[in-house]
């Protein structure tokens, strides 16, 4: 049972909490990426750390994917507020923990934990769920989005900056900022619903369930490979970006958190204003294209790019990049009728995940391959990635694909 709210001054505290939350996990995403190469080497005493960044990202990912929903349905069992206490109170604690690693096995240790912490995102939206109105939860949603891309830029400027004095200072910093949300937390958090006693589906917990079901509806099986495509494009950036940077143009951590914060920038306007009105000049399909179009153009800059202007100069190019993204998920819902919606975007959420695991380590792979020669190469193979999505693209068949869908309306396996 869901507990109402009293007023909306109730309301507003714990969504402040939730909205911090949310960016916090981002922060701690993103403050990384500008160190973690200089980190590595001093851990290592090797020059060529590529396969390990490609290690430390797939682990954090794959907890994510494995406990959000066990975090989620223990929510259901013991309450909102507890789930979200444990999980703010185990990131301040591991971010102490990386800050004092001294070894490569303690630090992906420290990783996989964070990943698993920061997996509280699921926690934290079906809080949002429990205390708004249905008329409220589009905005609020929206909300969280933001806070998730103002953390994501502000993380990899945080950790460049504070890098560059000494490489453990972002995570003590992550800890303090985890160990404030936790105070407030303690103090303004209300339990949002009445815990269950039900027994627990297991098979929900299932990351690979929703996975299942697009194997007994064929005509949806283009539409997600093309989303796991995009997912695993743009995973090269997260993984090979900060490396890139550094054998290239000789960045320090603060030009490498910049340079990530103005991609970041570029993304969220983009994606927050452009494919409404891009989808209404061009359609859905030719958006996806005209998306593809111009990350190709960036990734072949970037390729040959001597000098570092050139990377900021290109950033516009990026900022229509990310309108092939928000088109292809207003045309995946075209896909399924209404009953079958919640699944599909399951199925869709799972093969991000998947790319988020599977794709830094092939990633940071060609990367351990490419570096000594010709650093910018790695982004070449990201367009492979690119040009695979284009034949799919104009394969997709959207009225065959509905009545598809509508009519097997295929039962969730267990």
């Not at 950036?237 to 960045?251: E, H, I, K, N, R």
């Amino acid at each position: 049972m869901i507990i109402s709210p009293p007023s909306r001054s109730a309301t507003n505290r714990p969504l402040i909490v939730i909205f911090a939350t949310i960016a916090l996990d981002a922060v701690g995403i993103g403050l990384i990426f500008p160190i973690l190469p200089a980190l590595l080497r001093d851990i290592t005493h090797t020059d060529n750390v590529a396969a390990a960044i490609g290690i430390m990202m797939a682990l954090y990912a794959c907890m994510q994917f494995i406990f959000a929903p066990l975090l989620g349905s223990l929510s259901d069992r013991l309450g909102r507020r507890p789930v979200l206490l444990i999980s703010l109170a185990g990131s301040a604690i591991n971010y102490v923990f990386l800050a004092c690693a001294p070894n490569l096995w303690m630090l992906l240790l420290g990783r996989a934990i964070a990943g698993l912490t920061s997996a509280n995102t699921s926690v934290a939206t079906a809080y949002i769920t429990d205390i708004s109105s249905a008329d409220k939860r589009a905005r609020r949603f929206g909300l969280a989005n933001a806070m998730f891309g103002i953390g994501f830029i502000v993380g990899p400027v945080l950790g460049g900056a504070l890098g560059d004095y000494w490489l453990r200072l972002p995570f003590i910093a992550a800890a303090l900022l985890n160990g404030g949300n936790l105070l407030l937390a303690l103090l303004m958090l209300p339990e949002s619903r009445t815990p269950t006693r039900a027994q627990t589906d297991f098979a929900a917990l299932n990351p690979l369930r929703h996975l299942r079901w697009v194997g007994s509806v064929k005509s949806l099986l283009p539409i997600t490979i093309i989303f796991f495509s995009f997912s695993a494009a743009g995973e090269v950036y997260g993984t090979c970006w900060a490396l890139w940077g550094a054998d290239t143009f000789q960045w320090n951590g603060l030009s490498i958190g910049l340079s990530l914060g103005a991609f970041g920038v570029c993304q969220t306007l983009a994606q927050a204003f452009l494919p409404g009105p891009a989808v209404k000049l061009l359609g859905e399909r030719a958006t996806i294209l005209a998306g593809v179009a111009s990350a190709s153009i960036a990734l072949i800059v970037m390729a040959f790019a001597t000098r570092s202007w050139m990377i900021f100069a290109i950033m516009p190019v990026f900022a229509l990049g990310g309108i092939g993204a928000p088109a292809l998920q207003s045309l995946a819902t075209r896909l399924v009728d209404e009953n079958q919606q919640g699944q599909f975007q399951g199925v869709l959420a799972s093969a991000v995940s998947l790319a988020s695991i599977i794709c830094p380590l092939a990633f940071s792979g060609v990367y351990f391959v490419v570096r000594e020669q010709w650093p910018g190469a790695i982004w070449l193979s990201a367009l492979v990635v690119y040009a695979a999505i284009v034949p799919l693209v104009f394969g997709l068949r959207f009225k065959n694909a509905t009545v598809a869908a509508t009519s097997q309306r295929p039962v969730l396996p267990p």
